[in-house]
């Protein structure tokens, strides 16, 4: 990951308070496409002031659940409510809640005061306090003294920052984010990802985003809910999906991972053994699972939870690969080492390039170990 | 291509023959309306009395204001009633029986005007309708609203909804996100289609003669009935001004669309550059 880490934030955990009640709760939501499934019984508790990503592939199902929230789909089945009020019969213009577009959807022909001032007109405040509101809104998107501009005359950071303070300036009980970074470059996104959390932060409106990268996911989320074929694959805060994804797809979805087929040998309260012929050797790892001996599993790991050595490690038997670097990818920050282990399978290890690279000790077609830590591994059961 | 590609010999050729196919009858029209003689081939010094008389000319001046008035009226008519169809076509995507809507609303596009003509004339008849003003006004409006229902269609296909979603989440209900919304960004097509329709109602001849009636001769009308007593100089008068009114319309409408184009070209790029 070269992504740096969220900063630490002093919130509480309200999913883990078995007393805190859910502000957007949906149940058992399903729809579908002519014939097509896009969301399939779909249950999930969103808590007040919390920065909720749904991540998913395309076609996943994310944007029909967000489109659901915000009133242009109706859910076939199931229900949704918003602040104990169920939305059912409640058409978009009268939902609390505020959506910003992936195109940001502008009126091109209002000016940049005229779009953000746009949902306060239909509430029919008082002009000037709509013109209070939009200054505040211009101030905290950073665009003072632009609002007289017309859309086609603004950068993309700049639609992107009117989009966001058009959709916040109703002050709604939820904002749904559809991939809203999408249309920016790489650096921009990245700033901008830090820039959303904090005004978030600072209104404490609930955030519902939908996104690909999850990258984007893990920096701005509390929580993360995967998504696939129309279904929440797992959902937790974005260290606990990384770490310890709960099947295949999340692990691969979810960052980059090595994989390898297996079965359990044994497996106890503190420990699961397992043997992993396609990378040719036993995994131990340090969490115990409660399935049957001989039963077919995964373990995957993360690159850069592997370490790579010239030298064999002393006294080990598992978790150690052998084989021969067949290539690097130099990153910048760090590099990628493909290693095809003596079992012919390919294994992806990244090392930080703390030194210089003509310095690095390991290069091309070296035989090399490669190890790791008991914790490192996950088992994945589907 | 820039302009230096058409300085070939061919291209210059090539340009000449066709504009002068398309040009030389209107010029030498409009020459002859200012010829001093009442032959209308020719020329005997320049003059403009064929104007002054054209101005005197009271059975001119009555079908020209019949014919803008029912022009005005039959275009607006159009306008509405071909954004609605164009409406329909463009947003009701899956209703049954689309593809025979869209091919009945394109039909007049086609049809002879003969038979649109004859066949209004059946249904003034049959209703019992005394011929005039209004029957022309309501004929024209019937064939020109497929022109702006095609228009307003093909403006609607490249519409971004999510504009209209966006009013609609900001608290805007359908119908006032169709005033505010939809309408001011679908009105270019709005105002091509009404100009197409008043040209097509200022232009028409044959839907005109079977369903006007004894005062409400339109222009076009008038024209085809004096010339059938022989051309007169006062004929080429009125053509040329009929042409300059077009030509300035078009003229202006054309500057006007390409300097909006041009300043918001500069506008996005000056916006991609800060």
């Known amino acids: 990951m070269s992504q740096a880490s969220p900063q630490p934030r002093l919130r509480l955990?309200?999913?883990?308070?078995?007393?805190?009640?859910?502000?957007?709760?949906?149940?058992?939501?399903?729809?579908?496409?002519?014939?097509?499934?896009?969301?399939?019984?779909?249950?999930?508790?969103?808590?007040?002031?919390?920065?909720?990503?749904?991540?998913?592939?395309?076609?996943?199902?994310?944007?029909?659940?967000?489109?659901?929230?915000?009133?242009?789909?109706?859910?076939?089945?199931?229900?949704?409510?918003?602040?104990?009020?169920?939305?059912?019969?409640?058409?978009?213009?009268?939902?609390?809640?505020?959506?910003?577009?992936?195109?940001?959807?502008?009126?091109?022909?209002?000016?940049?005061?005229?779009?953000?001032?746009?949902?306060?007109?239909?509430?029919?405040?008082?002009?000037?306090?709509?013109?209070?509101?939009?200054?505040?809104?211009?101030?905290?998107?950073?665009?003072?003294?632009?609002?007289?501009?017309?859309?086609?005359?603004?950068?993309?950071?700049?639609?992107?920052?009117?989009?966001?303070?058009?959709?916040?300036?109703?002050?709604?009980?939820?904002?749904?984010?559809?991939?809203?970074?999408?249309?920016?470059?790489?650096?921009?996104?990245?700033?901008?990802?830090?820039?959303?959390?904090?005004?978030?932060e600072r209104l404490g409106i609930t955030f519902v985003i939908v996104t690909h990268d999850q990258e984007e996911a893990m920096t701005v989320s509390t929580r993360m809910a995967v998504m696939d074929q129309g279904r929440i694959r797992q959902l937790g805060v974005p260290a606990e999906v990384y770490e310890f994804p709960a099947s295949r797809f999340v692990a691969e979805f979810v960052g980059d991972v090595n994989v390898f087929e297996g079965r359990v040998v044994r497996s106890e309260r503190d420990g699961t053994l397992i043997h992993a012929p396609a990378a040719g050797t036993h995994v131990f790892i340090d969490r115990g699972h409660d399935v049957a001996e001989g039963a077919a599993c995964a373990v995957a790991f993360r690159p850069e939870k592997l370490a790579l050595a010239l030298e064999p490690p002393a006294e080990r038997a598992v978790n150690v690969i052998e084989g021969t670097v067949f290539d690097i990818g130099y990153l910048g920050d760090m590099s990628i080492y493909h290693v095809k282990a003596a079992s012919g399978a390919m294994v992806r290890v990244a090392l930080a390039n703390r030194l210089r690279l003509v310095e690095r000790p390991i290069t091309w077609e070296d035989r090399v170990w490669i190890s790791w830590a008991p914790g490192a591994g996950v088992v994945l059961l589907s | 291509m820039s302009a230096r590609d058409g300085l070939s010999p061919f291209g210059v050729t090539a340009l000449t023959l066709g504009f002068a196919f398309l040009y030389l009858p209107i010029v030498i029209l409009v020459i002859f309306s200012f010829n001093e003689s009442r032959l209308v081939t020719v020329w005997a010094g320049f003059s403009t009395r064929w104007y002054v008389a054209l101005f005197q000319n009271q059975q001119i001046i009555d079908a020209a204001m019949v014919t803008?008035?029912?022009?005005?009226?039959?275009?607006?008519?159009?306008?509405?009633?071909?954004?609605?169809?164009?409406?329909?076509?463009?947003?009701?995507?899956?209703?049954?029986?689309?593809?025979?809507?869209?091919?009945?609303?394109?039909?007049?596009?086609?049809?002879?005007?003969?038979?649109?003509?004859?066949?209004?004339?059946?249904?003034?008849?049959?209703?019992?309708?005394?011929?005039?003003?209004?029957?022309?006004?309501?004929?024209?409006?019937?064939?020109?609203?497929?022109?702006?229902?095609?228009?307003?269609?093909?403006?609607?296909?490249?519409?971004?909804?999510?504009?209209?979603?966006?009013?609609?989440?900001?608290?805007?209900?359908?119908?006032?996100?169709?005033?505010?919304?939809?309408?001011?960004?679908?009105?270019?097509?709005?105002?091509?289609?009404?100009?197409?329709?008043?040209?097509?109602?200022?232009?028409?001849?044959?839907?005109?003669?079977?369903?006007?009636?004894?005062?409400?001769?339109?222009?076009?009308?008038?024209?085809?009935?004096?010339?059938?007593l022989g051309v007169t100089p006062e004929i080429n008068a009125i053509s040329t001004i009929l042409i300059a009114i077009v030509a300035v319309g078009v003229s202006l409408a054309t500057l006007t669309q390409k300097r909006q184009l041009v300043r918001r070209r500069r506008e996005e790029a000056l916006a991609r550059r800060a």
């Not at chain 1, 955990?13 to 078995?18: A, I, V, Y």
């Open chain 1, 13 to 200: 955990e309200p999913w883990n308070d078995p007393a805190s009640v859910p502000y957007i709760r949906l149940l058992e939501v399903s729809k579908s496409f002519a014939g097509q499934t896009a969301v399939d019984r779909v249950t999930l508790d969103i808590y007040k002031g919390e920065f909720f990503s749904l991540l998913g592939p395309s076609g996943c199902g994310k944007t029909t659940l967000l489109r659901m929230l915000a009133g242009f789909e109706q859910p076939e089945r199931g229900r949704i409510e918003i602040d104990g009020a169920d939305m059912s019969a409640v058409p978009p213009y009268r939902r609390p809640v505020n959506m910003m577009f992936q195109s940001y959807a502008l009126f091109p022909h209002m000016s940049v005061a005229q779009n953000i001032a746009f949902g306060l007109k239909q509430d029919g405040i008082r002009k000037q306090e709509i013109a209070t509101r939009v200054e505040e809104m211009l101030a905290l998107v950073r665009m003072e003294g632009l609002g007289g501009r017309r859309p086609h005359q603004l950068s993309g950071g700049q639609r992107q920052r009117v989009a966001l303070a058009r959709a916040l300036v109703k002050r709604p009980k939820l904002l749904l984010l559809d991939e809203p970074l999408a249309a920016l470059d790489k650096r921009l996104r990245e700033h901008t990802q830090f820039e959303l959390v904090s005004i978030q």
């Open chain 2, 68 to 228: 803008l008035r029912v022009a005005l009226l039959s275009s607006t008519i159009a306008t509405i009633l071909g954004t609605l169809a164009g409406l329909a076509l463009a947003r009701f995507a899956r209703f049954r029986g689309r593809t025979l809507f869209t091919g009945m609303i394109y039909a007049p596009l086609v049809m002879p005007e003969v038979i649109t003509g004859l066949s209004l004339l059946l249904l003034f008849v049959s209703l019992d309708w005394d011929r005039g003003y209004w029957t022309v006004t309501l004929a024209h409006a019937t064939f020109s609203m497929a022109y702006v229902a095609v228009i307003v269609q093909s403006r609607l296909v490249g519409f971004d909804r999510s504009l209209e979603e966006a009013a609609m989440d900001l608290g805007a209900p359908p119908l006032k996100t169709f005033l505010v919304v939809t309408l001011p960004l679908i009105a270019p097509a709005l105002l091509a289609g009404w100009l197409l329709a008043f040209t097509l109602s200022l232009d028409d001849l044959v839907i005109a003669s079977f369903t006007s009636g004894p005062g409400a001769t339109t222009l076009p009308m008038r024209i085809y009935s004096q010339v059938r």
